[in-house]
């Protein structure tokens, strides 16, 4: 049975997680946009747009979980992801602003990614699941962290990646470990519906690409 100070330790470290995470939030912006100005060399346009669609699939898929649960952690889950959507927002504004062309390998990112899109929203008609189904847009967001991570390395042997703030590499690994134990914690009060399975799917392939970016970023 939980107690009065079990509940006070989860929502001490949940608070921190939530905190800490705005402030990475704010150092992402700020040293992206720092480095930017300098170079954009290995920042793809599909791996900034294909990020912050990301990032809106898993804002979408916390709105369940706040309005069924409405405790603090899923209110806490929501307001993360949208201040990560404004930050990434911002951050693909500004890469565009600085002339980002299309290349070879967006080509390449966004046939993989609408193909792989259409395939899954073809398997949720054979399954008669709406495409708004939590696991449809799971199938989403994989698609569109994973398929630009890896792409990304191409982007990097080929370009270089002195447009990567080593800032945005180390706080992606620490940032995703955050959101998936903020999310741990939030099934502890609310369970493992469809709706966290989802986000969590999402985050993890994020993990396991962004290692796969990191080795060949740090190699560079």
Known sequence: MSTSSDYLDSKRIT??????????????????????????SGVSITWFGLWL??????????IAPLRRDRNRISKQTFFLYLVWVIAMAVAFAFLL??????????????MITSIGSIAAIGIARINHLPIT???????????????PQLTL???????????????????????????????????????????????AIGEISNELTWIIATVVWLLQ
Not at 53 to 62: G, M, P
Not at 133 to 147: E, I, R, T, Y
Not at 155 to 183: A, C, F, K, N
């Open 153 to 199: 390395v191409w982007m990097i042997i080929e370009y270089g990646g002195d447009g990567i703030s080593p800032y945005v590499v180390v706080l992606g690994h620490i940032t995703i470990s955050l959101r998936l134990t903020q999310l741990w914690y939030a099934s502890l009060e609310g369970g493992w519906d469809r709706n966290r399975k989802g986000i």
């Open 15 to 40: 608070d921190f997680l939530f905190y800490f995470q705005l402030v990475a939030a704010s150092v992402f912006v700020a040293s992206q946009l720092s480095v930017m100005r300098q170079s954009i």
């Open 53 to 62: 669609i990301f990032l809106s699939i898993n804002l979408f898929l916390s």
């Open 97 to 110: 602003w600085q002339g980002a062309a299309w290349t070879k390998i967006d080509t390449v990112t966004a």
């Open 133 to 147: 189904d939590p696991m449809v847009q799971a199938s989403f967001a994989v698609l569109c962290k994973a398929v």
